[in-house]
């Protein structure tokens, strides 16, 4: 009975005292949990969101490039009996001089498709007329260059699209090898062209939209297509550039084109 006292106060004493909360400490936990959201919010934007976006993008040209390879059902009614087929004549790509060009769409307009077999057999964009980024590249669709050519035109066919976001439609495109078919179908048929190099310049290096990309008062004596995206992914003060040349035609009477497979294995990026 008479230990008993003492030990209660030594219990007592060792008691660890309570913990005060502080302003800083709040404030750091407030800051922590911040960060923690930011970097989730940016992991969406990067992987889940672009892959969900991307997925749906894909849906959506699939759609329009099918629709432009089934006739519709008033053609198939009035179109006349075929002929005889002439066993001199091949299928495929057509004649350089038989290349249809299209007028310019409004902006806005929806008008192609673009597919890059060394992006995979599921990568395939739409492509509308504008590069405005709120109703175009934020929408996840390919933008065409107002002042540039259209596919098929003698000059300069250019593009842009983002890297990352908005279904980050030309991510991949440091993966190019030199030789990639990079394909866009209109209602026309199927326009390819062949890749041959990337570069990087400055956003203020607005040349690579020439006719002859990068050639002032140059007269374009043949057909380039140009690609344009950030570079890096986060910087808008750069551009990564690739440049392709026209290869072929085929109209779409003649069904999707050879270029249209997936690319030579052992040509890896």
Known sequence: MGDSAPV??????????RRRVSIVGVLGELLITVGVVALLYVSWQMWVGDWIIGAEKHKQASALSQSWMTPSPAASEDASPSPS???????GPAPDAVVPVQAQPDHGTTFGVMFVPRFGSQWQFTI???????????QGEIGHYADTGMPGAVGNTVYAAHRWTSGAPFDPIDRLV???AIVVQTSDGWYTYRFRT?????DTQVDVLLDVPQKVGVQANGRYLTLTSCAPKLNM???????????????????PPASLSAPTQGATA
């Open 85 to 91: 087929p002439d066993p001199s004549a091949t299928a």
């Open 128 to 138: 509308a007329a504008g590069t405005s980024r709120h109703d175009i590249l934020d």
């Open 178 to 180: 030199v030789g990639d």
């Open 237 to 255: 003060l750069e551009r990564i550039i690739a440049y392709a040349v026209f290869d072929s035609f085929t109209p779409a009477s003649s069904g």
């Open 8 to 17: 209660t106060r030594r219990s007592h004493r060792r008691r660890a005292p």
């Open 198 to 202: 990337l570069e990087y310049v400055q």
